[in-house]
Structure formats: C-alpha cells, structure tokens
C-alpha cells in the first residue's frame, strides 16, 4: 500500500539510523492495509502520519560519581508517545544497549499493547544506557537520583507515570520515587513496581511473566489445547523469565530452559525456580552458577550457540516463551522450534521475534501471541496500581491476580475476534494491530488535529 510505504520512507528521512523503530513501526502499519483501504477516514486525519511521531521526545544528559569519586556522565530518555487514552504510561530500561531507536521502537509498541489492556493509559518508554551491573548500592542510588533530577518535570499522576523495565526493579524505582518525593514535595503514585510497603501492588511483580502464561492458555485452549504436561522452552533470566517459569509449574507444564547474556541452561527435570530466584533475584549472579547447585542440568556459554540463533531454541518443546530482548528468536530458531513440535509461542519480551521467524510461525499457522498482547498483563497490573494509589486502597493477592487473568483473557478476545473480522482467524499479531490501533485512532480523531 503506496501511503504506508510512503509514510514508513518519510519517517526513515526525519528520524535517521533508527533501526529497531523502524522495525517495529513496519511490523505495525504493513499488518494495518486491509483496515486503512476500508476506512478511509483514518487516511483523511493522517493518523498514522500522526501516530508515528512521538508528542514529545526528552532526552537529557545524567551526571553522577562513582565510589572512587570520579565524575561519570550518561544519557537519559523519556518519549512520550501518544495520550489518546490516557496519562502515558510505560517502564524505563537501564541497560548500556539503550539509544534512541530502542527507546522509540518499545514507545511504539507501548501505544498498542496499551491499548488492549482496554485501559485508561497512553504509550511511553524511557530510560538510560546506564548498566547497573557490578554497580554497588550506593552508585545505583546516586545514579537514579541524577536521573530524576531532571525526569520530575516531565512526570506526575495524571501525566506520566514510568515503570520498570530491564535493569530496573524494586530497588532502583524506589531510589527515583524518594528523589521525585523529595523535588516534589508530594507522595503520587507516579511510578509503579513500588515496593507493596508503600504504595505498590501484589501481583505487579510477577505481572508480566504470569500474564505471559495466561495468554499461553487462552491461544492454546481456544485450539482445544492445554498447557498441562506440555515441555516449555524459556528464555531470559530476568524478572519476567522467572515468573513464566513459575506460573507454567502451577499450570502444569515442565519449564527446562532459561537464559542469560551468558549462556544457557537446559534442565530436563525442569528448571529449579527457587534456585534461579537466589542466583538472580538475591545474588545477581550468573547462570553458570545453576550447574554447581544441579550437576545434571546442561550449559551452553554463548560462543557455542548455532550461528543465526540461540541455543535455547533447538530443544524439543512444545511451547515456547521469549522473555529476554528483542530480534532474540530468528528465522533459523522458528524452523528448529517448529520442526520440534513447538505449537504455541507466547512473546514475554518486547519484539523478540524477528520479522522472518514472525512470517513461519504465521505460515505455520500455530499459536503465535506477539508481544503486544502476549506480555500486556505487566502494564496493566501497573495501571491497576495506579487505580489503588489513586483510591488509597489496597487489593489483595487474589483481587489483582483475578483482574490480570480478565484483563488478560479480554486482551486475547479482541485480538482473535478482530483478526477473525479481517479473514485471518490464526494471525493474533494483525488482530492485534489493528484491535489497538482503532481504539487510539478513533480516540485521536474525537480529540481533533492535537
């Protein structure tokens, strides 16, 4: 479709060397045609024209000292993308890969997968390529401190309210919110993924990786499927790995592998969570520590894996279940996965499939849960923290995780019943592109040329 291409070149020109946006802008608007050729009115607003430009892009430099007192300086972010639907809402990364393109590209995708939630929240994403690894307390805190200095002026409750991302939990959302406290002079819930001691919710921890889960069920039971006895393949170590692996042991599955920059491990009996737990969540070690504590579990070190892929991906499975970065699964690992059996692939990172290994699974026409829908349960358990701040309540476990299993489970139906609607009954990722992209686009066109 010429206004799409030409869109997608225009946007190349304006915002240049961008790889990973423009990624994740083709894989939206190219699945948008069958929509945009039948409802002219979304080409007379220019609404993509308009969506792809974020309202506004804050980028800003952090100083900070080290323990050895030495001056070091990094590079802070926060794009705001698109408050069609509510106060923008997305996590910040600390990670030393961070640039503009990736914060742009997880902005984006925040608009979409905001939308599903069918939620009051607005799309962005912020952070700095800041690595808090090998950092000691004391750095991290001076660190977060920095950055809010200057990230307090563009946030607040009804405006935007960041989470956590990779590289930052419980401990560094907590330095930033006691510097914005202290700037502010004022106790918001502008920031989600507190501590539950003051102001966070239960369940936002585990969020992401047990509404990955669900998903999983949902694909798999609309097929006349179940997760229970099905072999799982996990990649990641992080928060939302954990958490996947966790809640696919209470669903009755076996999780036998995981991952980090490192390498990865392969546990035929199933992976020990509480194991991964005390490396990762207490010591912030390594994975190469999980064979000292189970001897017959496997490690593969990363200059071992198969060339155009990741070693977790070419063990047998039946489902599988991205959850560390993006482009991660490649169309070398989609073949391995489908050749061993794999029926369902639900997306716990951020576009960690890239567009080739997209198109197998798509082809194959098995379960595929991008990760706009697939992972949107973080988000919207944040939005539900937000909801307690905001009424001075506080909901039990039981509460949140019943709401994150409806949100979840209305998340699926709309993005079945609209890829249904478009003729294409097993592509979740266009129902789900185009679910998302009507609600903030008929939200655009009521609040007129903003």
């Not at 392969?266 to 969540?281: A, C, F, M, Q, S």
């Not at 716990?348 to 080739?356: D, F, Q, R, V």
């Amino acid at each position: 479709m010429s206004y799409i291409h030409d869109t997608i070149e225009k946007l190349k020109k304006s915002s240049p060397a961008q790889c990973e946006f423009y990624q994740a802008v083709e894989e939206v608007l190219e699945s948008l045609a069958p929509l945009l050729e039948n409802h002219p009115k979304y080409q007379e607003h220019s609404i993509i024209e308009r969506l792809v430009e974020p309202e506004r892009q804050i980028m800003f430099r952090v100083p900070w000292v080290d323990d050895k007192g030495k001056i070091q300086v990094n590079k802070g972010y926060r794009v705001e993308f698109n408050s069609a639907l509510g106060p923008y809402k997305g996590g910040l990364r600390f990670h030393p890969s961070v640039n503009g393109s990736i914060i742009k590209f997880l902005g984006f995708e925040q608009i979409f997968k905001n939308a599903l939630t069918g939620l009051p929240i607005g799309g962005g994403k912020g952070g700095a390529n800041f690595d808090p690894k090998g950092k000691s307390n004391s750095e991290i805190m001076r660190f977060c401190q920095s950055f809010m200095n200057e990230l307090y002026r563009h946030i607040g409750p009804t405006t935007d309210v960041p989470a956590g991302d990779i590289g930052v939990g419980t401990r560094e959302i907590g330095y930033m919110f006691g510097q914005y406290k202290r700037l502010a002079n004022s106790f918001d819930g502008v920031l989600t993924g507190k501590s539950t001691l003051w102001g966070g919710s239960l369940v936002r921890k585990q969020a992401t990786g047990y509404g990955v889960a669900y998903f999983a069920c949902c694909m798999l039971e609309a097929r006349s499927e179940s997760l229970k006895h099905k072999i799982c393949l996990v990649s990641g170590s992080g928060n939302v790995a954990i958490y996947t692996i966790e809640k696919l042991f209470a669903l009755g599955a076996k999780p036998v592998t995981c991952s980090d920059s490192g390498g990865t491990i392969y546990h035929k009996h199933g992976i020990n969570v509480e194991t991964l737990k005390e490396i990762k969540e207490v010591r912030s070690g390594r994975l190469t520590e999980y064979v000292d504590c189970h001897p017959d579990a496997e490690y593969t070190p990363r200059d071992e894996y198969p060339e155009n892929g990741h070693s977790v991906w070419r063990y047998e499975g039946q489902a599988a279940f991205p959850c560390a970065t993006q482009n991660e699964l490649t169309a070398d690992d989609a073949e391995a996965l489908l050749s061993n059996g794999c029926i369902a692939v639900a997306e716990g990172a951020n576009m960690p499939s890239t567009e080739g290994a997209i198109d197998k699974f798509i082809d194959a026409k098995i379960a595929y849960g991008p990760g706009k829908a697939a992972n949107a349960g973080g988000v919207a358990t944040s939005q539900l923290e937000m909801a307690q701040n905001a009424s001075m309540l506080r909901w039990s476990f039981a509460e949140v995780d019943e709401k994150l299993q409806d949100i979840t489970r209305n998340v699926f139906r709309d993005a079945k019943n609209t890829a249904e609607e478009f003729g294409s009954p097993h592509n979740l990722a266009l129902g789900a592109n185009i679910a998302g992209f009507r609600r903030v686009a008929d939200a655009m066109i009521d609040q007129g040329v903003v």
